[in-house]
């Protein structure tokens, strides 16, 4: 799903700050790292920080020792970066790493823009996620380790396309976490392509597969997201989708999101205490974090009564039915 806002942008000024850091973070990053891979790492636009590649890198050779996954290609995200340049081009945050072949990449990525509600406040804004959250139904990202699943493809609508109408068709990668990650089935969380279908009548169609027992389907418009944010899942472009999914669809492999909650805590805590998070040895994008000041981690045990009691507190209401299409 989308969430509008109005978008913000961060400044050229923040993105050479943060790019400055670069040799330092390349010089921390692990000396087993393959020559070729090296050179992709740092904090500027295209590369992967230190940690982002030592965390995702370490979770894809265990589970390859354990035999859980045999693919020679692993995933990576790194949640702390912004979404889009000056531009208004979305900036890349996800990686897709195959030492085999030897060969990187970064493509874009949604984080979860979470909610605003009376008794709480962890939306996140369009531009760089402050909240984090493994609440179900907060609509946040949660950092950890995963390992992808099956993909289950679904009906969503139909759109118009020229002068024709065609079916949209959704592919959803789903995770498998662990520890704080391991509600992910519960959560609904996995990957998918960053576009969903704004439903806006139902149209006859008794011809279609998709029709329901009265011979409808629903009719929208398309509305592609790829450099805004998502419902707590990973979101792609056509084009990483595709490629990702080529790799990993009915091929398990591993995924590691950063910053996990104790990341965020502990950045949190160094900011605090007067101190950025490169003194007191951790790692925030720096672009993101002159955006957000302070992250948050909601743990599950404090969010979900709150979202729980905000759902017992919605009205009932009659099931949804889309007007006829003229």
């Known amino acids: 799903m989308f969430l509008t806002s109005s ?47 030592d965390r995702a890198r370490a979770h894809y050779l265990d589970k390859r020792r354990s035999g859980t996954v045999k693919n020679p290609c692993y995933f990576a995200m790194d949640a702390t970066r912004p979404s889009t340049a000056d531009d208004g081009s979305a900036l890349p945050r996800f990686y897709v790493i195959c030492e085999k072949s030897k060969t990187f990449k970064a493509v874009s990525s949604g984080y979860g823009n979470g909610r605003k509600l009376a008794k709480a406040n962890f939306a ?6 402050r909240n984090f959250s493994n609440a179900e139904g907060s609509k946040l990202t949660a950092g950890g380790a995963y390992i992808t699943a099956e993909s289950r493809t679904s009906f969503k609508g139909y759109y118009q396309s020229g002068s024709s109408k065609k079916p949209f068709l959704r592919t959803f990668l789903l995770f498998d976490g662990e520890g704080e990650t391991s509600n992910a089935r519960e959560r609904a969380i996995g990957g998918h392509r960053a576009m969903f279908l704004r439903w806006q009548c139902r149209m006859e169609r008794p011809q279609s597969t998709h029709a329901d027992d009265d011979g409808f389907v629903p009719f929208g418009k398309l509305v592609n997201y790829t450099s805004g ?20 669809d009915g091929k398990p492999t591993t995924l590691y999101i950063y910053p996990s909650s104790k990341d965020i805590n502990a950045v949190a805590k160094a900011i605090q205490r007067g101190k950025s998070p490169q003194q007191a040895g951790h790692y925030w994008h720096a672009a993101c974090l002159k955006t957000i000041g302070v992250p948050k981690f909601w743990p599950k045990k404090t969010l979900q009564p709150i979202i729980n009691d905000w759902r017992d507190s919605l009205p009932k209401q009659p099931p949804l039915e889309l007007p006829l299409c003229k």
């Open 7 to 53: 978008p913000r942008t961060v400044g050229l000024s923040a993105l050479i700050t943060a790019t400055l850091c670069a040799p330092l973070a390349a010089a921390n990053a692990s000396s087993d790292i393959p020559r070729w891979l090296q050179k992709h790492v740092g904090t500027g636009v295209g590369k992967i920080a230190p940690i982002v590649l």
């Open 229 to 248: 944010r998502s419902n707590g899942c990973t979101t792609w472009s056509k084009p990483a989708t595709d490629e990702i999914l080529k790799i990993a």
């Open 124 to 129: 996140n804004g369009r531009q760089c996620a």
